[in-house]
């Protein structure tokens, strides 16, 4: 089953002289299940994707189509709740809230969607995530792979259709950065979860089941592993 769907998707910042082609129709297809990684330079329009895919910025032409939705069509309001329940985004610098506990962040997606938390499926998680004795926790009290992992947690807690991981190690040193590319690969074979993970890194994509190469804002490789 295809998850996630792009068609030619072009984004164009500034007008004439100024006018930059961060991507130049860009066009592929994800199955559920599956664990990728893009690749590519500093500037290549790697991260300026995972935006477009992730609902945060618009295309300049082309669509994105997720879990049979097309989110180009969406107004603010339903693709506010569509990312809130079907995309899961994960950062470099975590974006934890500094005033909430662990637990707070984790399941704060749920909270803004007015549900409570399924308190043995949140137990679950939290057991993955290795976080059962930090939940009481503030994220200044945290070393970065946790915080890391809390991100993670938070961006799953809805299960969504498609987890989307922008250089999640780059802030790490490497002990932790094995540790959550591990984790998310767990989640990617053991419930099924769809990841694609952003990189400049190539051992990380090493990892991955399938590695998209992109050069100057094009689809220059795409192959399976």
């Known amino acids: 089953m295809i998850i996630l769907e792009t068609k030619q998707l072009t984004k164009i910042y500034g007008k004439g002289e100024t006018e930059v082609?961060?991507?130049?129709?860009?066009?592929?297809?994800?199955?559920?299940?599956?664990?990728?990684?893009?690749?590519?330079?500093?500037?290549?329009g790697k991260s300026t994707l995972l935006h477009i895919l992730g609902g945060v910025d618009n295309a300049t032409s082309g669509d994105v189509i997720i879990n049979k939705t097309n989110i180009g069509k969406l107004d603010e309001t339903a693709l506010a709740v569509f990312r809130r329940r079907q995309i899961g985004l994960v950062y470099q610098f975590y974006n934890l809230i500094p005033i909430l506990t662990v637990e707070e962040n984790l399941t704060l997606p749920l909270l803004l969607d007015g549900r409570k938390p399924?308190?043995?499926?949140?137990?679950?998680?939290?057991?993955?995530?290795?976080?059962?004795?930090?939940?009481?926790?503030?994220?200044?009290?945290?070393?970065?792979?946790?915080?890391?992992?809390?991100?993670?947690?938070?961006?799953?807690?809805?299960?969504?259709?498609?987890?989307?991981?922008?250089?999640?190690?780059?802030?790490?040193?490497?002990?932790?950065?094995?540790?959550?590319?591990?984790?998310?690969?767990?989640?990617?074979?053991?419930?099924?979860?769809?990841?694609?993970?952003?990189?400049?890194?190539?051992?990380?994509?090493?990892?991955?089941?399938?590695?998209?190469?992109?050069?100057?804002?094009r689809i220059v490789r795409d192959e399976v592993r």
Do not use: M, W, Y
């Open 21 to 44: 082609k961060a991507l130049d129709d860009v066009s592929f297809s994800v199955q559920q299940g599956e664990f990728v990684a893009i690749i590519g330079p500093s500037g290549s």
């Open 118 to 217: 399924d308190q043995r499926q949140l137990d679950e998680l939290v057991e993955k995530l290795g976080l059962d004795k930090r939940l009481n926790h503030l994220p200044s009290e945290l070393s970065g792979g946790q915080q890391q992992r809390v991100s993670i947690g938070r961006a799953l807690i809805n299960n969504p259709a498609l987890l989307l991981a922008d250089e999640p190690t780059g802030n790490l040193d490497s002990e932790n950065s094995r540790e959550i590319i591990e984790l998310l690969r767990k989640f990617n074979r053991e419930f099924k979860q769809t990841v694609i993970i952003i990189t400049h890194d190539e051992r990380i994509a090493l990892s991955a089941d399938r590695v998209i190469t992109i050069e100057d804002g």
